[in-house]
């Protein structure tokens, strides 16, 4: 292997000490050294460090074995850059400190010892001997180079919002390397980045806050939702709770409680207890509202059977009676009652109702086979009747007075003689005989209106006072028409006319009484 393989070698050995892709990793490489790394400031009893420089080590220090080749320039410059934590945006690509630039914060003095240049003084760095002044400075450069690398990360996770937690360590941890002074560089524009990476940081995390503050709010106000309307469910009257529907809802909401507590959004233990014990507690009273329902409802349906089970019995012991006036009537009030009498389960009701009907129907039927039977007896009376109705009928129009009436009572005799009817034609029957006899009685008054005396003797004094009236009316027309008094023409002209008008109709009225 050739001297430059063996420098390049050691240069990777020396010089691959990736950024941690995350602030747990940064923390575990501050806290555990690395492989071959320099001893910084190391005591004078540790045990020598093979191949590795001494940073600030003291001179009388046991006498190390010979060193590693140390990396050369070429193998600093082109060494890979470390690699960085995957973010959501793109990985910016982090120059290298050239040795001109470093040479600007640093210089090399003696055998390997490094001052860093800050605040207008020198600070000792450490000391890598035995490797030229270039090598020397662009180990120290490098490990100014890996902290910035690490603030470019950090810098990237915070433009593209990535969560704040454990940032603000990260920045801690970069400061407290940074406070080592074992690094060449522009430590102070490191600084001043990691007072703008705080920050920003700080603003993130508000941000955060507020966004977490939010989503706990929006929570909040679901699930007091859900809250809220498990006890209006609770809280309904049961008699008019619609069970189905609110048992549904009551396990819909409780679903939607545990698809919330699934959700990964705490509330607070005290917030998430409280509503809990609501939310619980309206769900026991429901269940036992809902208990006690049913079990009233059993109750209810139990006594409801038992009432109708007796109407039933009574129903059907009336079934097979032939006394129909009286268990008609019995039946009406057996009808009553079950309308008043309070409902059974559908099943049981529809059931139950099922045997009154039937019991009802053997009644009605045996009935209804007997007044057939009737009906068949009175068709032949039902034959008179209608002979007799047709006589009835030829008084129209009632002319003669007294002949109506004589044959009017005629047919009444022999309908009477003739007897009952069929059922059904009863009111048809009926109702053409009163037709008669009402015309006749209506005959009847008339004539007494018009030969009645009072009416008479009124009817003539009301002529007499139009007729006198008329006269007068007549007379001012006159006096009127001499003056021509328009005004009084045309009092007197209304007057007439409205007097003569009602003389007209009362000489007619007289004129029918005649």
Do not use: C
């Not at 607070?268 to 609501?278: C, F, I, P, Q």
């Not at 009553?336 to 099922?354: G, I, V």
Request: hydrophobic share 40%.
């Amino acid at each position: 292997m050739t001297d430059s393989q063996k420098s390049d070698e050691t240069a990777t050995d020396l010089t691959e000490t990736a950024a941690p892709a995350s602030d747990e990793a940064a923390s575990e490489a501050a806290t555990t050294p690395a492989a071959e790394a320099p001893v910084e400031d190391a005591p004078e009893s540790s045990a020598p460090a093979a191949e590795a420089p001494l940073e600030n080590a003291p001179e009388n220090s046991a006498p190390a074995p010979a060193p590693r080749p140390a990396p050369s320039p070429a193998a600093f410059a082109s060494r890979p850059k470390p690699a960085a934590a995957p973010v959501a945006a793109p990985v910016a690509a982090v120059p290298s400190t050239s040795l001109a630039e470093a040479s600007k914060w640093g210089r090399v003095e003696g055998d390997g010892h490094v001052f860093l240049n800050i605040d207008g003084g020198e600070h000792p760095v450490g000391q890598y001997p035995d490797v030229s002044d270039d090598e020397a400075l662009a180990y120290f450069a490098r490990k100014y180079d890996d902290v910035v690398a690490q603030i470019v990360l950090l810098e990237q996770r915070v433009s593209s919002k990535a969560q704040s937690t454990d940032m603000q360590k990260t920045v801690t941890h970069l400061r407290e390397q940074l406070a080592e002074r074992n690094m060449v560089g522009d430590l102070r524009s490191a600084e001043a980045r990691l007072d703008e990476l705080s920050t920003q940081i700080a603003e993130l995390e508000k941000a955060e806050k507020a966004e977490h503050d939010a989503v706990r709010a929006s929570e909040l106000a679901a699930r007091e939702a859900i809250v809220a309307e498990a006890e209006q469910i609770s809280g309904q009257d049961p008699a008019q709770t619609q069970w189905k529907t609110s048992s549904s809802r009551m396990n819909e909401l409780f679903e939607s409680w545990k698809a919330a507590q699934k959700s990964g959004v705490r509330l607070g233990r005290s917030n998430e207890d409280a509503l809990w014990k609501r939310f619980r507690a309206a769900r026991t009273v429901f269940d036992r509202h809902r208990r006690a329902y049913f079990s009233q409802l059993d109750s209810n349906n139990s006594a409801a059977k038992s009432a109708k089970e007796k109407l039933i019995t009574e129903a059907e012991a009336l079934s097979t009676s032939t006394d129909w006036g009286f268990a008609a009537g019995e039946y009406r009030r057996l009808m009553d009652q079950w309308k008043a009498s309070p409902r059974a389960s559908r099943k049981d009701d529809d059931a139950l109702w099922a045997r009154f009907r039937a019991a009802q129907d053997v009644f009605f039927t045996n009935r209804q086979a007997a007044n057939d039977e009737i009906d068949q007896e009175y068709a032949a009376n039902l034959t008179v009747k209608e002979a007799l109705l047709t006589e009835a009928n030829a008084i129209f129009p009632v002319k003669d007075l007294a002949a109506a009436k004589k044959a009017l009572q005629s047919v009444r005799d022999r309908w009477e003689e003739a007897g009952k009817v069929p059922r059904a034609d009863m009111g048809r029957i009926e109702a053409g005989l009163r037709k008669v006899e009402d015309a006749v009685r209506h005959a009847e008054e008339e004539q007494w209106q018009r030969s009645n005396p009072e009416r008479k003797a009124r009817t003539n004094s009301a002529l007499s006072q139009l007729e006198s009236a008329i006269a007068g009316l007549q007379d001012d027309l006159a006096k009127a028409e001499k003056t021509g008094d328009q005004r009084r023409i045309k009092a007197a002209q209304e007057a007439l006319e409205a007097r003569q008008a009602w003389l007209d109709q009362i000489q007619r009225s007289a004129s029918e009484l005649s």
